[in-house]
């Protein structure tokens, strides 16, 4: 892709997200009131820490997907309940990034120190646990049970999903199963919860509370594999880091996969060879071979496949308020594929 349109690729997916955000910015802004509100209920010896998380997160796309699923108009969805319901996922997504940055020994999130980093992995693993019980103790002021117990199962799968990624590394599984399995767990599971949960907070039926999950669970698996083909494809300068990392923290990722089942029997055994052995241009090589098959093209079918199927639950909802605001998160993360030179 030429450096021009790139440019206008960067400036469509640009426009996309600010016509997502734009209507729950206030929503948002009521969000961060409400989560730094919680800072001071927390003890004295780690409200620094946790304030320090909460200042270095990303663009909020969860409660933003509470946000949309119970939609009824830019007033109305400001609801306090809808509020809290975004700081609580809010919080067990922080918690999450929390410990997997002590598991890479990650040094930099959002082009800030970790908190592992800055506070040390010891204390690191104390302000995710304060994050994760604090989601729980929010979630439990619900008049009903029932968002505590989705909310605690979710978060118990999402650090099942890490723990089996973790305990993968280094190690090849041929089972595409096991991809989508992981990916399931530790990124779709809270998109799913956030769709579902924010629909049934709302007030929305039931129907709909499913049908808004399984949006969440396809947006998210297509969210991730999306983020799978930047670390391989993209532009350093457009991630502004080394392509190729999650190989080098030993996870095989989709394309990668993919790749392996191409390549000669011969010398997919060498490759694996050099990376167990720890090699360290293994990586290279690996993302040089990428270029001589159509795995880009392969992955990026899976990642539409996806977002289908996210568009394809909510069409028997079409007229339901939530449902043209949710589709539009659709087209903003299909949209971002075109920032990637390899489509090309």
Known sequence: MSTSSQSEADKVAAAGFAAVYDPVKPYLGELDLFLQSQVVQLEPEVQEQVRYVFGHSGKRLRPMLVAYSGWEGPAENRSSDLVRLGAIIELVHLATLVHDDILDEAETRHRQETAAKKFGPTAAVLIGDVLFSHA????????????????????????????????????????????????????????????????????????????????????????????????????????????????????????LLLLLEQVEAAERDQLLARFKSGDSSVAADFIRRLDDFPIFEEVADSFEAELAKATAALAPFKDLPPVAAMQEIAHLVRAQLARIPALS
């Open 136 to 255: 729980l103790k929010l979630a439990a002021e619900f008049p009903t049970t029932e968002i505590c117990r989705i909310v605690a199962q979710a978060t118990s799968r999402v650090c099942a999903g890490e723990i089996a990624q973790t305990y993968q590394r280094g190690e090849v599984n041929y089972s595409r199963d096991f991809y989508y399995r992981v990916i399931q767990l530790k990124t779709a599971e809270l998109f799913e919860v956030a769709c579902a949960l924010g629909a049934k907070v709302a007030g929305y039926s039931e129907a709909f509370s499913v049908a808004a999950g399984q949006f969440g669970r396809h947006l998210g698996t297509a969210y991730q594999i999306f983020d799978d083909l930047v670390d391989l494809y993209a532009d350093e300068s457009m991630i502004g880091k080394t392509l190729g990392t999650d190989l080098q923290k030993g996870k095989f990722t989709l394309p």
